[in-house]
């Protein structure tokens, strides 16, 4: 089984500032079948990133992927009030499926 | 409009069993795999289940072999999951989510019907 190890596990920042959060896995991703996830309180999982760089659809380009191999990154540019949630990486190139544990980016 | 509907949580005691349904609409539905994950109350997600599309391919992570069992209806546009012998850290909210591929992302999901297992 994949691990993935997210960090920080809580990030402050400031509506304008850039948010930089990692994922980590226990061993290579195969073909960066690597995907991120924002939940907001209340909500189900939203879908922002898939095979580690490439955006859903709808998603604001504030918000990039990238990474390979065991090392993932989003990047959320000018973070604006409603980008203040919870966000899981996932692996998805072999099972089991396994999320990490999640970053919250909140309000400073 | 894409839509997934979950059904079927309750509060069901210790070794109890249950049926989640999910109804969906807005695709074709049996063009598609489709997964069951479960988030317990405070804590991250967790992927419980895969069906492909023709439901011949099933996979289960370890927490629940043996226990659940995942089946799809393409004639209704439903998905399953029975949930047999129930434990207390079986409570959680769970989703179904579609993916696109298989292997694929969860780019839809419902929003959850919760299971509560306790005496």
């Known amino acids: 089984e994949i691990v993935l190890t997210q960090s920080p596990g809580t990030l402050s920042l400031s509506p304008g500032e850039t948010a930089t959060l990692s994922c980590r896995a226990s061993?290579?991703?195969?073909?960066?079948?690597l995907a991120w996830y924002q939940q907001k309180p209340g909500q189900a999982p939203r879908l922002l990133i898939y095979?580690?760089?490439s955006r859903a659809t709808g998603i604001p380009d504030r918000f990039s992927g990238s990474g390979s191999g065991t090392d993932f990154t989003l990047t959320i540019s000018r973070l604006e009030p409603e980008d203040f949630a919870v966000y899981y990486c996932?692996?998805?190139?072999?099972?089991?499926?396994?999320f990490g544990q999640g970053t919250k980016v909140e309000i400073k | 409009e894409v839509q997934l509907v979950e059904s079927g949580g309750v509060v069901v005691q210790p070794a109890g069993s249950l049926r989640l349904s999910c109804v969906a609409s807005?695709?074709?539905?049996?063009?598609?795999?489709m997964h069951w994950v479960r988030q317990a109350p405070g804590k991250g997600l967790e992927w419980v289940s895969l069906?492909?599309?023709?439901?011949?391919?099933?996979d289960y992570a370890d927490s629940v072999k043996g226990r659940f069992t995942i089946s799809r209806d393409n004639s209704k546009n439903s998905l399953y999951l029975q949930m047999n012998s129930l434990r207390t850290e079986d409570t959680a909210l769970y989703y179904c989510?579609?993916?696109?591929?298989?292997?694929?992302?969860?780019?839809?999901w419902g929003q959850g019907t919760l299971v509560t297992v306790s005496s």
């Open positions: 989510a579609k993916t696109y591929g298989y292997p694929g992302p969860f780019d839809y």
């Open positions: 807005g695709f074709t539905f049996d063009d598609y795999p």
């Open positions: 069906v492909t599309w023709d439901g011949y391919t099933t």
């Open positions: 061993q290579s991703v195969f073909s960066s079948f």
């Open positions: 095979v580690a760089s």
């Open positions: 996932q692996q998805y190139g072999s099972s089991p499926w396994t």
